[in-house]
C-alpha cells in the first residue's frame, strides 16, 4: 500500500486529536498539528522518499524523531505505531471523522460520543449526527445548546454535500443562473463564486457565492425564493444555504464592502494556499481570518475591500485564484 501526503497528514492530525482528549502537553500536540502541515503543502512525495531512504523522513521540516518513527512505522506495517494506536482505543472512531467538519474540534467530537451513541462506521455516525441535531437530543446537552446544535447541523449537511462534485463547466451554468436570478434585482453588485469554482479546478462541490453589500437582510429574503430551491438550509443574519432540486448545495455569503477582501480570500483557498499564507503571515507577526488580518502585537484587525490590498498587506502581489495551489506561488508573486 502507498500513502499520500494527505493521507499522512490525516495520520498526524488524529494524533493531535487524541492528544488534545487525553489533555496531553501542548507542546506535544501542535508538533503534531505543525508536522500534519507540513505534511499537506510538502513539495515532494513524502512515501517516495522513505521507499527511497527513511532517513530523507529527518530532512522534512518540523518532522522530529517521534513522529518520523510512526510515519515510518505506518509505510512499512500498514498500520499505525502502537504507541499511536494505543492512544486511539481511547477515542471513538467518529471523533476522526467529526472533526473534519467546520467548527467541531476534538474536544467538542469527543463530548458528543460521550454522551450520545454512535456508530464505528464513518456514514452511518454523520447520518446519526444529523438525525440527534434535527430531533433536539444535542441542545440538551451540557455546554451545548441551540445554537451549538444548529451549526453543527447545518456544518455537517455542508459536509457531506462537499462529497459530491460536478464536473466546472456544469457548475459554472448552475452559478451562472443563480447569479443572473441575484442581478434581476441587485444589479447593481457583483455576486462572486469562490472555493474551487473560482480556482477554476476540474471539478467543483458545493458552490458558495459571495457579496460586497450593506443590505444583507433583503438579499437574502430575495435568495432564499429562488426557485430551484429544495429546502432552506440555513438562513442567518448575513449568510443563507439553499439546496437544490439535484441535491446540491448553495451558500450566500454578505459582508460589508470594508471587509470583503478577507473574505474573498480565505473561501477562495484552496487549503494548501491558505496554510502556506497563514504561516508566511505568522512570519510578519500577523494572524489571518476572514474578517482581516490581526496584528499579533497590537491585536488590531487590518480589514481590507479587496484581495490586491489583502495581499500586498502581506509582502504579496496579488496572486490569480487558479494559482493557489499550496506549491511555490507566494514566491513567485513576492513583491520585490
Known amino acids: 500500500m502507498t500513502y499520500t501526503n494527505l493521507q499522512v497528514a490525516e495520520y498526524l492530525t488524529n494524533i493531535a486529536t487524541a492528544l488534545e482528549i487525553q489533555k496531553e502537553n501542548r507542546f506535544r500536540i501542535i508538533a503534531y498539528e505543525n508536522a500534519a502541515d507540513t505534511a499537506i503543502s510538502y513539495d515532494q512525495d513524502i512515501y517516495s522518499l522513505w521507499q527511497k531512504d527513511p532517513k530523507l523522513l529527518d ?150 457565492i459571495a457579496v460586497a453589500a450593506t443590505n444583507a437582510d433583503e438579499i437574502l429574503n430575495y435568495f432564499i425564493n429562488y426557485p430551484e430551491s429544495l429546502q432552506i438550509i440555513a438562513r442567518g443574519t448575513s449568510k443563507a444555504s439553499l439546496r437544490l432540486i439535484n441535491d446540491l448545495r448553495i451558500d450566500l455569503m454578505i459582508k460589508p464592502p470594508q471587509s470583503f477582501g478577507a473574505l474573498l480570500q480565505h473561501f477562495t483557498g484552496s487549503k494548501q494556499h491558505n496554510i502556506i499564507l497563514r504561516k508566511h503571515a505568522l512570519k510578519l507577526g500577523f494572524s489571518l481570518s476572514e474578517y482581516g488580518i490581526k496584528d499579533l502585537k497590537t491585536g488590531k484587525t487590518h480589514k481590507f475591500t479587496d484581495e490586491t490590498k489583502f495581499y500586498n498587506f502581506l509582502g504579496l502581489k496579488f496572486i490569480p485564484p487558479q494559482f493557489r495551489t499550496g506549491e511555490n506561488e507566494l514566491e513567485t508573486y513576492k513583491m520585490v
Do not use: M, W
Open 59 to 208: 530532512d522534512i521540516p518540523n518532522f522530529g524523531q517521534a513522529i518520523c518513527e510512526k510515519v515510518a512505522y505506518l509505510f512499512a506495517k500498514n498500520k499505525p505505531h502502537p504507541h499511536a494506536a494505543e492512544i486511539f482505543k481511547t477515542v471513538h472512531p467518529s471523533v476522526f471523522t467529526f472533526t473534519k467538519i467546520n467548527g467541531i474540534g476534538p474536544l467538542i467530537a469527543h463530548k458528543l460520543t460521550q454522551q450520545l451513541k454512535f456508530s464505528k462506521d464513518p456514514e452511518k455516525s454523520l447520518d446519526q449526527l444529523i438525525k440527534y441535531a434535527q430531533t433536539d437530543k444535542i441542545k440538551v446537552l451540557p455546554t451545548f445548546g441551540e445554537k451549538s446544535q444548529q451549526s453543527i447541523l447545518d456544518n455537517t449537511l455542508a459536509f457531506l454535500g462537499r462529497g459530491k462534485r460536478l464536473p466546472l463547466v456544469e457548475a459554472k451554468t448552475i452559478s451562472t443562473k443563480i447569479v443572473k436570478y441575484l442581478n434581476q434585482k441587485f444589479s447593481d453588485l457583483e455576486f462572486i463564486p469562490l472555493g474551487s469554482l473560482r480556482r477554476e479546478s476540474s471539478t467543483v462541490g458545493d458552490i458558495d
